[in-house]
């Protein structure tokens, strides 16, 4: 089913008010495209799922949570192509109706033409959330509880020097249990991200890349992370977590 049609247009807002896992897109969605996407209920307020953001950020969590394979751009027209989608639950279709429903908008379109189709499913899901978050330019480091978080993507102008975080084993040495400090660099985060070669596709170069453009790492529900953050670099570390399980 078609949920809407953005002709020649700049901006577009439309609802979701029918079960649906997700969108797909038709070929001329643009590059540089911005979404939001908020739960509207008749009994309380709206609630934020996609905060606006790049809609390139939510194809780079696709890919890093293993949902998409393959991004194809269009390099000369800037667009995307061959369907890409934008999920708003990796497990399952949500039961959206009159009463409770998604409002979508879609901004910086730059005078686009595509249309947007409903993803169903036959296995109901539970809503994939993501939120903004940052370490101020003055925090060298920060622990957070991310017990409910899947994976960090670090969407802005740079990423951490390292992540830190203690793992017990449930192994008793000596009557006690043992607990490991697990360390992740900056290095390793890169080489996570390299480890996603030949995502990408320029159906006008014929060439293949690398689909993610932002650096991003799994973390498995973990109740204290610590984030690590280069304060001379004089600016903040703004990055994004996502709850998709």
């Known amino acids: 089913?078609?949920?809407?049609?953005?002709?020649?247009?700049?901006?577009?807002?439309?609802?979701?008010?029918?079960?649906?896992?997700?969108?797909?897109f038709s070929d001329g969605l643009p590059l540089d495209a911005r979404i939001k996407v908020d739960l509207v209920t008749t009994s309380a307020n709206d609630v934020n799922r996609i905060p606006e953001m790049d809609i390139?950020?939510?194809?780079?969590?696709?890919?890093?949570?293993?949902?998409?394979?393959?991004?194809?751009?269009?390099?000369?027209?800037?667009?995307?192509?061959?369907?890409?989608?934008?999920?708003?639950?990796?497990?399952?279709?949500?039961?959206?109706?009159?009463?409770?429903?998604?409002?979508?908008?879609?901004?910086?379109?730059?005078?686009a033409t595509f249309d947007i189709f409903n993803l169903d499913s036959s296995k109901l899901g539970v809503p994939m959330v993501v939120k903004k978050a940052e370490l101020k330019l003055t925090q060298a480091e920060r622990t957070e509880n991310y017990g409910n978080i899947d994976l960090l993507l670090f969407n802005g102008v740079h990423s951490p020097t390292k992540l830190t975080y203690l793992v017990n084993d449930n192994?008793?040495?000596?009557?006690?249990?043992?607990v490991r400090k697990i360390e992740?660099?900056?290095?390793?985060?890169?080489?996570?991200?390299?480890?996603?070669?030949l995502t990408g596709f320029d159906s006008d170069t014929g060439e293949y890349s690398n689909g993610i453009t932002k650096l991003g790492f799994p973390i498995d529900q973990l109740d204290a992370i610590t984030l690590h953050h280069d304060t001379a670099l004089n600016e903040d570390m703004s990055y994004l977590t996502v709850d998709y399980r």
């Open 56 to 111: 390139s950020d939510l194809f780079d969590i696709n890919i890093y949570i293993g949902v998409d394979k393959l991004r194809t751009i269009h390099s000369t027209n800037s667009e995307y192509q061959n369907s890409p989608l934008v999920l708003f639950s990796t497990s399952g279709v949500l039961l959206f109706d009159d009463d409770v429903k998604y409002k979508v908008s879609l901004s910086n379109l730059n005078g």
């Open 184 to 197: 992740i660099s900056a290095k390793q985060i890169e080489a996570y991200h390299e480890s996603f070669e």
């Open 1 to 24: 089913m078609k949920l809407a049609s953005v002709n020649a247009a700049d901006s577009i807002v439309f609802e979701v008010d029918i079960p649906s896992q997700g969108m797909i």
């Open 171 to 178: 192994v008793l040495i000596d009557g006690k249990r043992r």
